[in-house]
C-alpha cells in the first residue's frame, strides 16, 4: 500500500518539519493544498518541500482552474517537475475553498475535463487551445502526471476518461470504495482505457494522536469542511447515506465554513454525525486505532491513501506517530 498525505502550509516551519517527516518515514507522497485565505501560496511552498526531500513524489493537492489561467499551472508544474528532479504531480479539482475564498465559482465535470486534457497536452510539448487561446510550451522536456481530484460521481467518471490519475474523496468503507472506483472505470471505458492503468488516491482525513481524545475534539472541524463538498447537497440517498443523516447534512452543509474552526467541531458533534463521518471520511484516534482503521481500509479494496492532516491536533506529531507507528505495519 502506497501512503501520502497533504496539509496546509501555515508557515515555512511546518513546512520544513513535514518535509523531514515524509522523508524520514518513507511516506509515498507530500502534498500541498491551494487554499487562499487559509494558508501559503501552493507553488512557493511546494518548491520549498521539493529542495526539502529526494525521496516522496511532491503534489498540489490541489488547484483549480479558475483561480489561475491553467497554462500558468501548467508553466508551474513543468516548473517544479524539473526542480524536484521529476517528482512532481499536479491535482486538480472543481475548487472548494481555493476558490470560494476568492468568491469565484468551481468548475463544472466537463470543464475540468477540458482543463485537464490542456494541461497534459501542454506538458507533452504540444499546443493546445483552451477558451480560445493557444498556449505552446515547447521547453518542457517530461510530463508531469495530471491528477484529478473528484468527490462527485460525474466528476470521477472524468476522471476516469482524461486523467494520469485521480484523488478521490468518497470514503474508506467497502461501498464507498466501490463506489469511487466504479464511477472512475465507467469513464476509462467509455474512451477505450482500463482502470488499472489510473492510479486512484484514496483522500481522508488524519490524526494520530497518543491522547485518542484529543484526536476526537480536532478531527470535527475538518469533517464538517470535507463532508461538505464530498457528500455534496445532490442526491445524498445515491451517495450511500443512510436516510437518518440525510437531513443533518444538509443542515451542515448550509452551516460550515471554508476556514474551519472549533465551531464547526461541535456542529457536526450536534447534528449526531461525528461517528457517521469519521467512520467515511477519516483515520483517527491513538495509533493502534489508526491501525485497526488503515487495516479495514486496505481489506476493503483501498491500494493508495493520501490524508489530509492540515487540522490534525498536531499535524507533525501526527505524520511522525503514524510513521512510526502504523504504516510499517499496513505496508507488511
Same mark, same amino acid.
Given at each position: 500500500?502506497?501512503?501520502? #498525505?497533504?496539509?496546509?502550509?501555515?508557515?515555512?516551519?511546518?513546512?520544513?518539519?513535514?518535509?523531514?517527516?515524509?522523508?524520514?518515514?518513507?511516506?509515498?507522497?507530500?502534498?500541498?493544498?491551494?487554499?487562499?485565505?487559509?494558508?501559503?501560496?501552493?507553488? !512557493?511552498? @511546494?518548491?520549498?518541500? =521539493?529542495?526539502?526531500?529526494?525521496?516522496?513524489?511532491?503534489? $498540489?493537492?490541489?488547484?483549480?482552474?479558475?483561480?489561475?489561467?491553467?497554462?500558468?499551472?501548467?508553466?508551474? $508544474? /513543468?516548473?517544479?517537475?524539473?526542480?524536484?528532479?521529476?517528482?512532481?504531480?499536479?491535482?486538480?479539482?472543481?475548487?472548494?475553498?481555493?476558490?470560494?475564498?476568492?468568491?469565484?465559482?468551481?468548475?463544472?465535470?466537463?470543464?475540468?475535463?477540458?482543463?485537464?486534457? #490542456?494541461?497534459?497536452?501542454?506538458?507533452?510539448?504540444? =499546443? /493546445?487551445?483552451?477558451?480560445? =487561446?493557444? @498556449?505552446?510550451?515547447?521547453?518542457?522536456?517530461?510530463?508531469?502526471?495530471?491528477?484529478?481530484?473528484?468527490?462527485?460521481?460525474?466528476?470521477?467518471?472524468?476522471?476516469?476518461?482524461?486523467?494520469?490519475?485521480?484523488?478521490?474523496?468518497?470514503?474508506?468503507?467497502?461501498?464507498?470504495?466501490?463506489?469511487?472506483?466504479?464511477?472512475?472505470?465507467?469513464?476509462?471505458?467509455?474512451?477505450?482505457?482500463?482502470?488499472? @492503468?489510473?492510479?486512484?488516491?484514496?483522500?481522508?482525513? *488524519?490524526?494520530?494522536?497518543?491522547?485518542?481524545?484529543?484526536?476526537?475534539?480536532?478531527?470535527?472541524?475538518?469533517?464538517? #469542511?470535507?463532508?461538505?463538498?464530498?457528500?455534496?447537497?445532490?442526491?445524498?440517498?445515491?451517495?450511500?447515506?443512510?436516510?437518518?443523516?440525510?437531513?443533518?447534512?444538509?443542515?451542515?452543509?448550509?452551516?460550515?465554513?471554508?476556514?474551519?474552526?472549533? /465551531?464547526?467541531?461541535?456542529? !457536526?458533534? /450536534?447534528?449526531?454525525?461525528?461517528?457517521?463521518?469519521?467512520?467515511?471520511?477519516?483515520?483517527?484516534?491513538?495509533?493502534?486505532?489508526?491501525?485497526?482503521?488503515? *487495516?479495514?481500509?486496505?481489506?476493503?479494496?483501498?491500494?493508495?491513501?493520501?490524508?489530509?492532516?492540515?487540522?490534525?491536533?498536531?499535524?507533525?506529531?501526527?505524520?511522525?506517530?503514524?510513521?512510526?507507528?502504523?504504516?510499517?505495519?499496513?505496508?507488511?
Amino acid at each position: 500500500m502506497q501512503v501520502g #498525505f497533504f496539509y496546509w502550509p501555515f508557515n515555512v516551519d511546518l513546512t520544513r518539519r513535514l518535509a523531514a517527516a515524509a522523508e524520514k518515514y518513507g511516506y509515498d507522497m507530500i502534498g500541498v493544498a491551494d487554499t487562499p485565505g487559509n494558508a501559503m501560496d501552493p507553488w !512557493v511552498t @511546494a518548491t520549498l518541500v =521539493a529542495e526539502q526531500t529526494r525521496h516522496p513524489k511532491v503534489s $498540489i493537492c490541489v488547484t483549480n482552474l479558475t483561480s489561475r489561467h491553467p497554462s500558468t499551472t501548467a508553466a508551474a $508544474i /513543468a516548473s517544479l517537475d524539473l526542480v524536484s528532479g521529476g517528482r512532481a504531480i499536479l491535482g486538480i479539482g472543481a475548487g472548494n475553498s481555493g476558490t470560494k475564498n476568492l468568491g469565484l465559482g468551481g468548475s463544472k465535470a466537463e470543464q475540468l475535463k477540458e482543463g485537464v486534457t #490542456f494541461i497534459r497536452t501542454l506538458l507533452q510539448g504540444k =499546443a /493546445a487551445t483552451y477558451d480560445g =487561446a493557444t @498556449a505552446h510550451m515547447p521547453w518542457v522536456k517530461r510530463a508531469a502526471p495530471v491528477y484529478q481530484a473528484a468527490s462527485l460521481p460525474r466528476s470521477l467518471e472524468a476522471a476516469g476518461e482524461v486523467a494520469d490519475g485521480v484523488f478521490a474523496n468518497y470514503g474508506l468503507d467497502a461501498a464507498s470504495l466501490a463506489g469511487s472506483v466504479g464511477h472512475v472505470a465507467r469513464g476509462a471505458a467509455r474512451v477505450g482505457r482500463s482502470v488499472d @492503468a489510473l492510479d486512484i488516491w484514496q483522500i481522508a482525513c *488524519l490524526d494520530c494522536h497518543e491522547d485518542r481524545t484529543v484526536a476526537r475534539n480536532k478531527i470535527g472541524a475538518i469533517l464538517a #469542511f470535507v463532508s461538505g463538498y464530498v457528500l455534496g447537497g445532490g442526491d445524498l440517498a445515491a451517495r450511500g447515506v443512510p436516510a437518518q443523516f440525510i437531513e443533518p447534512l444538509r443542515e451542515l452543509r448550509r452551516r460550515y465554513s471554508t476556514r474551519p474552526g472549533d /465551531a464547526d467541531a461541535r456542529m !457536526v458533534d /450536534a447534528l449526531g454525525l461525528f461517528d457517521y463521518l469519521a467512520g467515511r471520511l477519516s483515520i483517527w484516534g491513538h495509533p493502534d486505532d489508526c491501525l485497526r482503521q488503515s *487495516l479495514a481500509a486496505k481489506a476493503a479494496g483501498a491500494k493508495r491513501l493520501m490524508f489530509t492532516v492540515s487540522l490534525a491536533a498536531d499535524p507533525v506529531r501526527t505524520v511522525e506517530f503514524f510513521g512510526e507507528h502504523v504504516l510499517p505495519k499496513i505496508r507488511g
